[in-house]
Nanobody
Framework: QVQLVESGGGLVQAGGSLSLSCAASGSIGRIRTMGWHRQAPGRQRELVAT??????PNYADSVKGRFTISRDNINTVYLQMNSLKPEDTAVYYC???????????????WGQGTQVTVSS
Protein backbone atom coordinates (compact mmCIF):
# COMPACT_ATOMS: atom_id res chain seq x y z
CA GLN A 1 0.00 0.00 0.00
CA VAL A 2 1.39 3.36 -1.01
CA GLN A 3 1.30 6.02 1.65
CA LEU A 4 2.91 9.28 2.72
CA VAL A 5 4.50 9.14 6.15
CA GLU A 6 5.18 12.44 7.87
CA SER A 7 7.54 13.15 10.73
CA GLY A 8 8.62 16.20 12.65
CA GLY A 9 6.42 18.91 14.03
CA GLY A 10 5.76 19.62 17.68
CA LEU A 11 5.73 22.61 19.99
CA VAL A 12 8.05 25.59 19.61
CA GLN A 13 8.19 29.17 20.82
CA ALA A 14 7.63 32.04 18.46
CA GLY A 15 10.78 32.80 16.54
CA GLY A 16 11.93 29.21 16.69
CA SER A 17 12.39 26.60 13.99
CA LEU A 18 10.99 23.19 13.14
CA SER A 19 11.56 20.71 10.36
CA LEU A 20 9.06 18.40 8.72
CA SER A 21 9.71 15.48 6.45
CA CYS A 22 7.44 13.26 4.41
CA ALA A 23 8.42 10.03 2.72
CA ALA A 24 6.40 8.08 0.17
CA SER A 25 6.48 4.37 0.92
CA GLY A 26 5.31 1.29 -0.95
CA SER A 27 5.47 0.43 -4.64
CA ILE A 28 5.99 3.79 -6.30
CA GLY A 29 6.81 4.90 -9.80
CA ARG A 30 7.52 8.51 -10.64
CA ILE A 31 6.67 11.35 -8.29
CA ARG A 32 5.74 14.72 -9.72
CA THR A 33 4.90 17.69 -7.52
CA MET A 34 5.19 17.28 -3.76
CA GLY A 35 4.10 19.79 -1.20
CA TRP A 36 2.77 20.87 2.14
CA HIS A 37 -0.59 22.26 3.11
CA ARG A 38 -1.88 23.24 6.54
CA GLN A 39 -5.17 23.55 8.32
CA ALA A 40 -5.75 25.59 11.46
CA PRO A 41 -8.83 25.04 13.65
CA GLY A 42 -11.91 26.56 12.09
CA ARG A 43 -10.12 27.37 8.85
CA GLN A 44 -9.86 25.81 5.42
CA ARG A 45 -6.82 23.84 4.37
CA GLU A 46 -4.35 26.12 2.62
CA LEU A 47 -1.27 25.71 0.49
CA VAL A 48 2.05 26.26 2.22
CA ALA A 49 4.61 25.26 -0.40
CA THR A 50 5.10 22.95 -3.35
CA UNK A 51 8.10 21.72 -5.28
CA UNK A 52 8.18 20.18 -8.73
CA UNK A 53 10.14 17.12 -9.76
CA UNK A 54 12.66 19.54 -11.24
CA UNK A 55 13.12 21.25 -7.89
CA UNK A 56 11.20 24.45 -8.56
CA PRO A 57 9.55 25.72 -5.37
CA ASN A 58 6.41 27.74 -4.88
CA TYR A 59 5.41 29.37 -1.59
CA ALA A 60 2.38 30.98 -0.05
CA ASP A 61 2.99 34.66 0.56
CA SER A 62 2.57 34.15 4.28
CA VAL A 63 5.64 31.89 4.51
CA LYS A 64 7.96 33.35 1.90
CA GLY A 65 11.38 34.08 3.31
CA ARG A 66 10.72 31.93 6.39
CA PHE A 67 9.99 28.43 5.08
CA THR A 68 12.08 26.37 2.67
CA ILE A 69 10.81 23.33 0.81
CA SER A 70 13.19 20.77 -0.64
CA ARG A 71 13.15 17.16 -1.83
CA ASP A 72 15.55 14.35 -2.50
CA ASN A 73 15.76 12.44 -5.76
CA ILE A 74 13.91 9.45 -4.39
CA ASN A 75 10.75 9.85 -2.34
CA THR A 76 11.04 12.48 0.41
CA VAL A 77 10.00 16.09 0.73
CA TYR A 78 11.13 18.41 3.52
CA LEU A 79 9.89 21.66 4.99
CA GLN A 80 12.27 23.80 7.03
CA MET A 81 10.31 26.35 9.02
CA ASN A 82 12.15 29.29 10.56
CA SER A 83 11.00 32.42 12.36
CA LEU A 84 7.79 30.66 13.30
CA LYS A 85 4.79 32.70 14.35
CA PRO A 86 1.74 31.73 16.43
CA GLU A 87 -0.36 32.02 13.26
CA ASP A 88 1.67 29.15 11.77
CA THR A 89 -0.02 26.83 14.27
CA ALA A 90 -1.88 24.17 12.31
CA VAL A 91 -1.92 20.55 11.25
CA TYR A 92 0.52 20.23 8.36
CA TYR A 93 -0.27 17.76 5.59
CA CYS A 94 2.10 16.32 3.01
CA UNK A 95 0.80 15.91 -0.54
CA UNK A 96 2.21 14.22 -3.63
CA UNK A 97 1.28 13.34 -7.19
CA UNK A 98 2.73 9.92 -7.86
CA UNK A 99 2.42 6.71 -9.83
CA UNK A 100 1.46 3.67 -7.81
CA UNK A 101 3.05 0.38 -8.83
CA UNK A 102 3.08 -0.05 -12.61
CA UNK A 103 0.28 2.41 -13.21
CA UNK A 104 0.77 5.00 -15.96
CA UNK A 105 -1.61 7.37 -14.20
CA UNK A 106 -0.81 9.70 -11.34
CA UNK A 107 -2.64 9.64 -8.02
CA UNK A 108 -2.85 12.50 -5.58
CA UNK A 109 -2.08 11.30 -2.06
CA TRP A 110 -2.18 12.97 1.33
CA GLY A 111 -0.33 12.21 4.53
CA GLN A 112 -2.06 11.81 7.87
CA GLY A 113 -0.98 15.22 9.12
CA THR A 114 1.37 16.39 11.84
CA GLN A 115 0.68 19.07 14.43
CA VAL A 116 2.77 22.22 14.59
CA THR A 117 2.12 24.50 17.55
CA VAL A 118 3.84 27.85 17.97
CA SER A 119 3.47 29.50 21.35
CA SER A 120 3.66 33.25 21.82
Amino acid sequence: QVQLVESGGGLVQAGGSLSLSCAASGSIGRIRTMGWHRQAPGRQRELVATITSGGNPNYADSVKGRFTISRDNINTVYLQMNSLKPEDTAVYYCNADLQQGDSYYYTNLWGQGTQVTVSS
